[in-house]
């Protein structure tokens, strides 16, 4: 009798772990494709385009501003999205982060975009560039994967 009820414990404890192992590992929302971005923040619009190679849980690819492009990289968990996209110019870079919730071929979140002048030694915040325009810095966006 005793040595069932260990056997049972052990077994149970076993299970319980595997359980929130599998917990743990979502599989990841399938992000891949060419998504058109509508930006608008309080006083400027954009219209963007990121081409995004998923692999697994991590994401490459092309980021297309109206003028120019750069890369974009991020990460994918479960249906969360996060990545950046690059915009070069000249000797400065136009960094934009997204957070997003992805929902079939609708991605909706916020963004947010800094500048690093000369590449990336020095990254430039809203309060450090232009503290009066800090509210065209962050926006919210629904993205649509084009078909």
């Given at each position: 009798?005793?040595?069932?009820?260990?056997?049972?414990?052990?077994?149970?404890?076993v299970?319980?772990?595997?359980?929130?192992?599998?917990?743990?590992?979502?599989v990841?929302a399938?992000?891949?494709?060419?998504?058109?971005?509508?930006?608008t923040f309080?006083?400027?619009?954009?219209?963007?385009?990121?081409i995004?190679?998923?692999?697994?849980?991590?994401?490459?690819?092309?980021?297309?501003?109206?003028?120019?492009?750069?890369?974009?990289?991020?990460?994918?968990?479960?249906?969360?999205v996060?990545?950046?996209?690059?915009?070069?110019?000249?000797?400065?870079?136009?960094?934009?982060?997204y957070?997003?919730?992805?929902?079939?071929?609708?991605?909706?979140?916020?963004?947010?975009?800094?500048?690093?002048?000369?590449?990336?030694?020095?990254?430039?915040?809203?309060?450090?560039?232009?503290?009066e325009?800090?509210?065209?810095?962050?926006?919210?966006?629904?993205?649509?994967?084009?078909?």
């Amino acid at each position: 009798m005793r040595k069932w009820f260990v056997i049972s414990t052990l077994l149970l404890f076993v299970c319980l772990i595997g359980a929130g192992i599998a917990q743990e590992k979502s599989v990841p929302a399938q992000v891949a494709g060419e998504w058109s971005i509508p930006i608008t923040f309080s006083r400027i619009t954009a219209n963007h385009t990121a081409i995004i190679a998923q692999k697994a849980d991590t994401l490459s690819g092309t980021y297309k501003g109206e003028l120019t492009e750069g890369l974009l990289r991020g990460i994918v968990k479960g249906n969360t999205v996060e990545f950046r996209g690059q915009l070069n110019y000249m000797s400065h870079s136009a960094l934009f982060d997204y957070t997003a919730t992805i929902d079939g071929d609708i991605m909706k979140g916020t963004v947010n975009w800094e500048i690093a002048p000369g590449g990336y030694d020095r990254i430039l915040k809203p309060k450090d560039y232009a503290p009066e325009l800090a509210e065209n810095w962050a926006a919210t966006f629904t993205a649509k994967r084009k078909k």
